[in-house]
């Protein structure tokens, strides 16, 4: 199993920036892919942004991208996601997810899921 906590959500005005951090512990987070799912309310989960194991393939939606840049520190086991110029639309439960089996897509599938932390973007 591996644990996913996730940190750093919060309010914050228009135009502004926060960063999220997530921290993985438990099986070896080798080979796993990261990557990061939004939630707003009365919406369905999407795809955020996600980064492969050496970080050599990173994938943003198109929504973010520009705005977001997600990263990782294998040996402190952690992904972050900067987040800038953020919009009232960004105002979600953002959820960091990982997966170890390579041949999944890293923007659909993921068999671990964090509790999720809040992000308000106010207008």
């Known amino acids: 199993q591996v644990q996913l906590v996730e940190s750093g959500g919060g309010l914050v005005q228009a135009g502004g920036s926060l960063r999220l951090s997530c921290a993985a512990s438990?099986?070896?987070?080798?080979?796993?892919?990261m990557g990061w799912f939004r939630q707003a309310p009365g919406k369905e989960r999407e795809f955020v942004a996600a980064?492969?194991?050496?970080?050599?393939?990173?994938w943003y939606a198109d929504s973010v991208k520009g705005r977001f840049t997600i990263s990782r520190d294998n040996a402190k086991n952690t992904v972050d996601l900067q987040m800038t110029s953020l919009k009232s639309e960004d105002t979600a439960v953002y959820y960091c997810?990982?997966?170890?089996?390579?041949?999944?897509?890293?923007?659909?599938?993921?068999?671990?899921w964090g509790q999720g932390t809040q992000v308000t973007v106010s207008s």
């Open positions: 438990g099986r070896t987070f080798s080979n796993t892919t």
């Open positions: 980064i492969s194991w050496t970080g050599g393939s990173i």
């Open positions: 997810v990982g997966e170890p089996k390579s041949y999944r897509v890293p923007t659909r599938e993921y068999d671990y």
